[in-house]
């Protein structure tokens, strides 16, 4: 049997969904949409039961095509879930008037459903009572109380779902006049066969009619252009002259039947208690004290991130170091070592590198929302995020792209509203994530002067803040212009639930984690995977590598000869105030020379290499549309080598300017190649100009094949991703080429 989980947001519908299946749940989206498909499986009294959470929803009155994913499962309609059996309603107990207005639209479906009071041990200490025994007989439905933070009361969750399968469905309620249903089978007479032929269910037709704008009305008017808008609006003006006025009067009707099926039933105290979550309210909800915990919270988040993902990720790139190394010591050099080292074994690396920052981010995101301070969280930012037409939920998301765009893309599941969804994924990668901060090291160690602006102010450390936040400043026009143009609509009402502080569940923060980390390895991992091979395959082919592998085994066996000379050299560069006599470095940088000669001969070879690969001979092709932006084709390698991730550059610099890819932001040497680096007509390449629109570039473009894949996973459509890579790319260019002119016309 399958079942479907409904319920508002913050009635613990997760919790219960996490008890009732534990381990057993697959996570993905229904096809064609952005909305999160949640599957999971029990058994009970040998029956095998499929459980299908649905987003947390306050209406099943349906806005958009991810808001109608709900409707369609309940109909039937979805095709991946197949028909539905029973329908598992989770409402808050203590709040149970307002949760009875999607209980009364579920009953109206017509299915079998089961009505979960859920959070009982809060309706007691808030003085609720409720006639449990009455409510049932006036709904004429199973009711159950339930704890799921607690796991209490789960066994019987279950046997009341078999029980309700057995009985037949109540009837729907009938709640409006009787003008209204005239109306509504006038109107399924009329246009009530979808694409296929088949009949509309009732409830499709009821939501045309009242909900003026939605997705129902938009689909139907697509196929009935000329007479359904017509129809539907005449329909509505005769209700509004019979004193049906739509759409007000369902949030009327339904929230008069909830107050008179809980009259006498429910009971709350006259006085409200004073609770333990209130009194911590009043102070994590202050405007000026609750923002300061706030920052302060995610002050020690992030930089709990930052600082625990980085040795986990150091590890990582430390045995994928090393695995390359036994490779390489067992397999010839050539195509097949250069595949498993650097395509196979590196495109490993580059997916299970993420990992550390994605379980560190949900583990306290899973925190956060399990205590309940999240929502806290949404409440206290929203006044400053809706001036730029997002929530306060999207807060997290955009503050975790800061460290890496992958984790805050995958945060903003979180986010109920479809639109503030969409936008809030496709201005994250705007945000300056760490992989950006080596090419901005490089850069100005190489090209900004270390000087004091106005005396006081250091030109580098400015620098270096204006470009991590350059695309957080940017992303708030980009923000408000997706707002009114892709995503335009009317933004719902900011309506939250705050669930009462608890201690977190162990079980259901793990179950969070872990189902957000295999999602990520399983669906995002392994195209990532596959671009990183194909970066590699572009960068090698088609050139003959046979004379590379000789001159670099001949170099590796003079170092070999001379390691202790190498080692002292080595030494002493670490460390300048070991230099010994200036005799002494002359005769070690003498002896050393056949081995400097022959890395640079090896280095020339993988040069000429790479410039002759597909990859080079893009670069060059692009140089044309670069050479604007005052950049000559090697750049341009740089930047298209660096689409898998952005710190690739370093090495494909090094690589181009005959230095090897083993360098770093911070190496000498390939500073002094950047500057030294000349036109054919003797004018530099690289001035502070240029440099700057390099970081800009960087700073604004969807540099990241990574991010990319990770949004065609949420939205489940490649058009998004591809939306992506053309606007940042756009951006990208004209913030480059402004700042080259500006930087150009000013003499800098």
Known sequence: MTVAAIGNPNTGKSTLFSALTGMHAHIGNFPGVTVEKKVGWLEHQGRRIQLVDLPGTYSLSPRTLDEMVSVDVLLGRQADVGPIDAVLCIAD?????????????????????????????????RGVTIDVEELRRRLGIPIVTCEAHRRRQITEVKDALLHAVEQAPRPPIRLFPAEFYQEEERLRAEFGKDSSGAALPAYVSERLLLDPGGYIEASLAKRFPDR?????????????????????????????WARQILAGVMT?????VQTLTDR??????????????????????FQSIYAGAEPLMAAIEATQGWIGDRIAAVVAPGPLQSLLVDGLIAGVGGVVVFLPQIVLLFLFIALLEDCGYMARAAFLMDKLMTRVGLSGKSFVPLMSSFACAIPGIMATRVIENR???????????????????????????????????WGWLPLQGTT????????????????????????????PPFVMELPTYKWPSPRIVFSRVYDRAKSFLVRAGTLIFATNVLVWAASYFPGDHTREVTLRAEAAQLQ??????WERRAAIEAQPDLAPSQSEWAGLQERLAPVDAAIAAANAESERLLAGSWLGRAGQG??????????????GVGVIASFPAREVIIATLGTIYSLGGDVDEESQGLKAALANAKWPDGRPVYTLPVALSIMVFFALCAQCASTLMVIQRETNHWGWSAFTFVYMTILAYAGAWVTVQLGTALGW
């Open 268 to 272: 709350t105290p006259t006085e409200r």
């Open 560 to 565: 070999e000869a001379a390691a202790e000379d």
């Open 622 to 635: 692009i140089e044309p549309a670069v050479r604007p932006l005052g950049w000559d084709w090697r750049i």
């Open 464 to 491: 270096l803040f204006g470009m991590t936040f350059l695309g957080a400043v940017v992303a708030i026009p980009v923000a408000w212009l997706l707002k009114k143009t892709l995503f335009q609509g009317e933004t």
């Open 93 to 125: 107990a203590s709040n149970l008037e307002r949760n009875l207005y999607v209980v009364s639209q579920v009953l109206d479906v017509g299915l079998p459903v089961v009505l979960v009071l859920n959070m009982w041990d809060v309706a007691r200490e």
């Open 228 to 256: 359904l808008p017509q129809a539907v609006s005449a329909a509505r003006e005769r209700l509004k002259a019979a004193g049906c006025k739509i759409p007000r009067v369902e949030a009327r009707l339904r929230y008069a």
């Open 280 to 301: 911590i309210d009043r102070w994590l909800t202050h405007r000026f004290v609750g923002f300061g915990v706030f920052c302060v919270v995610m002050f020690l988040v």
């Open 419 to 453: 639109r503030d969804r969409m936008t809030t994924i496709l201005v994250a990668p705007l945000m300056s994530c760490s992989a950006r901060l080596p090419v901005y090291l490089l850069l100005i160690g190489a090209f900004v002067p270390p000087i004091a602006v």
